[in-house]
């Protein structure tokens, strides 16, 4: 490639020309609504995370920001496809969890995408507790119980919503020594129904979905797979505090563009984003939600997102999960 001195003085202009181009359109961004694509259905964490800062970052950036719920394909390939498939200008915004930038990765055989090239953060959001649910006609009372029982009856069946909640039911399974048999849904909501009529026997949950059912009595947790216990159900106990110390799995939220998507779009997103997750009035949605904020900027989160799929790696080989 011959020095930039030695161009034509057309090709010159022409790359000024696309500067002053893409720094106007930085500067006029954003021109029009902004779509957040949730590659669940609602009712999760995901789509609650959409709705709070989609309303506060409407309100910041003075263009309205549309929650568009994509569920399908292995735990959210459809919705992240959507956004791959989208113009790299910032108005296409992937709502990001652990299931399609994490456990996808790790466990999904030719995944259509590249969670780390193909995209690029904008910042975290939440941190979201888990928890092992029973119905509440259950006999199963404690982890114990129901660990005693799944080691009898390896035809006990256990409800995920996603390929990150499956790879965490089988990452306890084998460290409690059992077996069961797996029903994948498409969203929470299915699963916390099946499991509220029995139809279930157990499940890994996002707890901030199932709160309202727990709350209602109608399904009951067994265990919370956080470092301590959650604050709304102080009576249930950790997985770490029922015996198994190094179960601990958690959810998370984000928000993404294509990687391509200009640098200063990425940034006006990024800064509106971090000054939303500082105010007071996010700290008190996360009280009342019953999650963490995860208030990290472009490169932290980029180097979290990146601790977590090699964590999560580990928990694969350790457990003989292979990519299908």
Request: aromatic share 8%.
């Amino acid at each position: 490639m011959r020095p930039l001195c030695t161009l034509p003085r057309r090709t010159l202009l022409g790359l000024a020309a696309a500067a002053l181009a893409g720094g106007a359109f930085a500067q006029g961004y954003p021109s029009k609504p902004i779509r957040l694509i949730v590659p669940f259905t609602s009712g999760g964490g995901s789509d609650a995370a959409a709705r709070y800062f989609g309303e506060r970052l409407g309100e910041m950036l003075g263009q309205p920001v549309l929650v568009d719920n994509r569920p399908g394909g292995a735990s959210g390939s459809i919705g992240t496809l959507a956004v791959k498939a989208a113009p790299a200008d910032g108005y296409t915004v992937l709502v990001g969890s652990t299931a399609p930038l994490v456990t996808n990765v790790v466990t999904v055989k030719d995944l259509p995408y590249d969670a780390a090239r193909d995209f690029k953060p904008v910042a975290g959001l939440t941190k979201n507790a888990v928890a092992i649910v029973v119905a509440q006609q259950s006999p199963y009372r404690t982890l114990a119980d129901l660990v005693a029982a799944s080691r009898k009856d390896p035809k006990l069946n256990a409800g995920s919503a996603s390929a990150g909640f499956q790879l965490a039911a089988s990452w306890f399974g084998g460290m409690a020594g059992f077996k069961f048999t797996n029903v994948p849904y498409k969203g929470l909501n299915q699963a916390l129904t099946d499991l509220a009529g029995n139809n279930l026997d157990w499940a890994i949950v996002d707890l901030a979905g199932a709160t309202p059912l727990l709350q209602s009595g109608r399904i009951r947790a067994l265990a919370v797979t956080d470092e301590r216990r959650h604050p709304f159900f102080p009576d249930v106990p950790t997985a770490r505090e029922s015996g198994y110390p190094e179960f601990v799995y958690n959810t998370w939220t984000s928000l993404h563009v294509r990687s391509e998507t200009p640098d200063d779009v990425t940034r006006r997103l990024a800064e509106a984003v971090q000054k939303i997750l500082h105010t007071e009035g996010a700290r008190e949605y996360a009280r009342k939600a019953g999650i963490e904020l995860l208030p990290l900027d472009p490169a932290g989160f980029a180097r979290y997102q990146r601790e977590e799929v090699e964590r999560f790696q580990r928990v694969a080989e350790a457990n003989g999960i292979r990519p299908q």
